[in-house]
């Protein structure tokens, strides 16, 4: 006698067709039964919406004195006016919230630029300082890891 005929119920089984739920397993910390984590670190996870950035805007209408020279395959930063006279007051925070920038040639004018009006600036760096402050809190606040480590390489 075949004994799985004999018995055709469904043995305390749920009768429902439905799909079942997917539970979350882990604890508030984020970690997860099997793989450890549950997913990226919050480290690199976006804080707060981006400002907009003052960089692009002044770039765009012109209110830079900063251009790009194309010359064969390499592109070269041309300044308009000498550095003695550029005012590192108004232009190198502007400079550094331009490295947030993740597009083209935005991002290239900027970094190349504070490369320059750093090496370039001399002691009138120390007095634009406190002026860096709110520019480098807004970069290494986009969490892009990116735009992080350029701004450290800059400070």
């Known amino acids: 006698m075949n004994v799985s005929s004999k018995f055709a119920g469904i043995g305390g089984n749920s009768s429902s067709?439905?799909?079942?739920?997917?539970r979350e397993t882990g604890d508030a910390a984020g970690f997860d039964g099997n793989t450890g984590f549950m997913g990226e670190s919050s480290v690199t996870k976006k804080k707060w919406p981006e400002p907009e950035n003052i960089f692009k805007k002044s770039y765009d209408y012109g209110d830079l004195p900063i251009a790009v020279l194309f010359?064969?395959?390499?592109?070269k930063v041309v300044w308009k006016i000498p550095f003695e006279k550029i005012d590192y007051h108004h232009y190198l925070p502007i400079f550094f919230e331009g490295l947030r920038e993740k597009q083209e040639p935005y991002m290239f004018l900027a970094d190349i630029g504070c490369e320059?009006?750093?090496?370039?600036?001399?002691n009138r760096i120390l007095a634009v300082l406190p002026q860096l402050i709110i520019p480098i809190k807004n970069a290494l606040g986009t969490r892009d890891p990116?735009?992080?480590c350029k701004t450290l390489k800059k400070i």
């Open 17 to 22: 067709l439905a799909p079942k739920k997917k």
């Open 146 to 148: 990116e735009v992080m």
């Open 71 to 75: 010359s064969g395959a390499k592109r």
């Open 116 to 122: 320059q009006l750093i090496e370039n600036g001399g």
